[in-house]
Nanobody
Framework: QVQFVESGGGLVQPGGSLRLSCAAS????????YGWFRKAPGKEREKVSC??????????WYRDDVKGRFGISRDKVTNTVFLQLNKLKPEDTGVYYC????????????WGQGTQVTVSS
């Protein structure tokens, strides 16, 4: 069974940066679409960013409040998906997860442990 492992989180001050990684732990399958999601304390999981690998350079999507600050990318050779977090704000705090889903993410039930991102001064 495939399990995606997230890493790269940590504690940073507002305005800081982090780079999150998502890699398949058992075997590599190209699902074509990958997404990053987060769950903040007291809030439901929300979609942050998606990337499609079915086009040459990848088509991306971002929720409005992270546009211009976050960047999603993929290394096709290693099948690793990255999320670059810049100009972090306290409201970005939460556990970040990756999944081979975007539009249909609410039916996904194979979430990993995620990686904790804490933005605090």
């Amino acid at each position: 069974q495939v399990q995606f492992v997230e890493s790269g989180g940590g504690l940073v001050q507002p305005g800081g940066s982090l780079r999150l990684s998502c890699a398949a732990s058992l075997f590599t399958v190209d699902h074509g679409v990958y997404g990053w999601f987060r769950k903040a304390p007291g809030k439901e999981r929300e979609k942050v960013s998606c990337i499609s690998t079915m086009v040459s350079d990848g088509e991306t999507w971002y929720r409005d409040d992270v546009k211009g600050r976050f960047g999603i990318s993929r290394d096709k050779v290693t099948n690793t998906v990255f999320l670059q977090l810049n100009k972090l704000k306290p409201e970005d705090t939460g556990v970040y997860y990756c999944a081979p889903r975007c539009s249909s993410w609410r039916s996904y039930d194979q979430w990993g442990q995620g990686t904790q991102v804490t933005v605090s001064s």
